[in-house]
């Protein structure tokens, strides 16, 4: 039986800390020994229940760095995983575990990456870095947000930022994310008169009132998207109203939407476009807003270029630039006026049960990671 590589080892040394958000169960203790026997300096920063780790390698000169997070979603009934969660195991040349594909393997890949583009040039030219959190997965009020104030607050500005998250699709680097949508959310409460549903002149029904109100909105052309991004999508996540039983019309209506929206707009723009849309149906409504991160891109450059050049030449792949999906923790980072990508494992299995990974990809991650340091830095 070959030696397990020692990406995979760290993986599943990583699979194996229970570490469902924001808890970090040691995962950052064995990613910091490993930095600080190459040579970085760490600096924990711990915010509230939140684990967070800056690292760094060299003195002055362009910054590289690496952000991944180290909680996991909650893994779900354990006894429909094939194997348990946190008890990694390798079968058929798959990993599995909680965290194989997001991001205990990334985070294992960008390690030995550097400890081996450390072990060739100990000397080497600028600085490189990690940003790791445990809050990415939960509310990341005080995960990498905080730690990007403190670097702000440090004068400490990234050039480049790989982020680790599973961007890849059918195979290994298909896909990098060199943006993202923003992300705002609305929760809506439309206030009404409860009473009973035989004598309707003496209630005011707020689901009715509300209906055409929130269709209109469904209906709405936001924007158009551009060259880079879709058009805004508006999508209502939850309806709540009443008492449970038939005889009674409800005294108010709560409901949750969300926009995922372009650089074509402002989420000033859609704030005012929604309540006048509201307004425009005379309801008596309050009307909380949330925004979970602005719209970023990192136009083709320097950071572009090396991450797409690195999987080419290790994978003959050509590869997809997106700013699909969800939100990440490149939005905090790219306000910086970093240049920020994301690139990571194959995501078809994150966030499920028996989430998994292939153990060729990882030490074939690690490589792609190492040739966008030698490209950036070298």
Same mark, same amino acid.
């Given at each position: 039986m070959n030696p397990m590589s020692s990406t995979l080892a760290l993986a599943c040394d990583l699979i194996r800390c229970p570490s469902v958000t924001p808890a970090d169960a040691g995962c950052l203790d064995l990613l910091g020994a490993r930095l600080a026997a190459a040579g970085f300096a760490l600096t924990p920063l711990p915010f509230g229940a939140v684990s967070n780790l800056w690292a760094v390698r060299g003195d002055a000169g362009p910054l590289f760095? #690496?952000?991944? %997070?180290? =909680?996991?979603?909650?893994? *779900?009934?354990?006894?429909?995983? $094939? %194997?348990?969660? #946190? &008890?990694? $195991? /390798?079968?058929?040349? /798959? !990993?599995? *575990? $909680? *965290?194989? &594909? =997001?991001?205990? *393997? &990334? !985070?294992?890949?960008m390690v030995t990456a550097v400890e081996a583009f450390v072990a060739a040039h100990p000397q080497h030219p600028g600085r490189i870095g990690f940003l790791l959190t445990s809050d990415e997965e939960g509310p990341a009020h005080d995960g990498t947000a905080r730690v990007v104030d403190w670097l702000r607050e440090q004068g400490i500005i990234p050039d480049w930022c790989l982020v680790g998250e599973p961007s890849s699709g059918t195979t290994l680097g298909d896909v990098i994310r060199n943006g993202r949508r923003g992300s705002l959310n609305g929760s809506l409460r439309v206030r009404g008169v409860q009473g009973h549903v035989a004598y309707p002149e003496r209630a005011d029904n707020p689901i009715h009132r509300a209906a055409p109100a929130l269709a209109a909105l469904a209906a709405e052309t936001w924007d158009l998207g551009n060259a880079h991004f879709p058009p805004t999508s508006f999508q209502i996540s939850n309806i709540a109203a009443g008492e449970g039983v038939t005889n009674v019309i409800p005294g108010e209506l709560r409901a949750l939407f969300n926009f995922r929206f372009s650089t074509a707009v402002t989420a000033a723009q859609l704030r005012t476009r929604t309540e006048a849309i509201l307004d425009r149906h005379g309801l008596d409504y309050d009307l909380d807003w949330q925004l979970s991160g602005e719209p970023f891109l990192t136009p083709v450059g320097d950071l572009v270029n090396a991450a797409v050049g690195a999987i080419h030449d290790r994978t003959g792949t050509h590869t997809e630039l997106s700013t699909g999906g969800g939100t990440s923790d490149g939005r905090f980072i790219a306000p910086l006026g970093t240049q920020v990508v994301e690139l990571g494992l194959r995501n078809a299995s994150i966030h499920k049960i028996d989430e998994q990974t292939a153990v060729a990809d990882l030490e074939l991650l690690s490589g792609i990671y190492r040739d966008v340091l030698e490209r950036l830095l070298l």
């Open positions: 760095c #690496f952000a991944g %997070h180290t =909680d996991v979603v909650p893994p *779900g009934p354990e006894s429909e995983w $094939r %194997h348990p969660p #946190f &008890a990694p $195991r /390798i079968e058929n040349g /798959i !990993l599995y *575990g $909680r *965290g194989a &594909a =997001d991001m205990k *393997g &990334a !985070l294992a890949a």
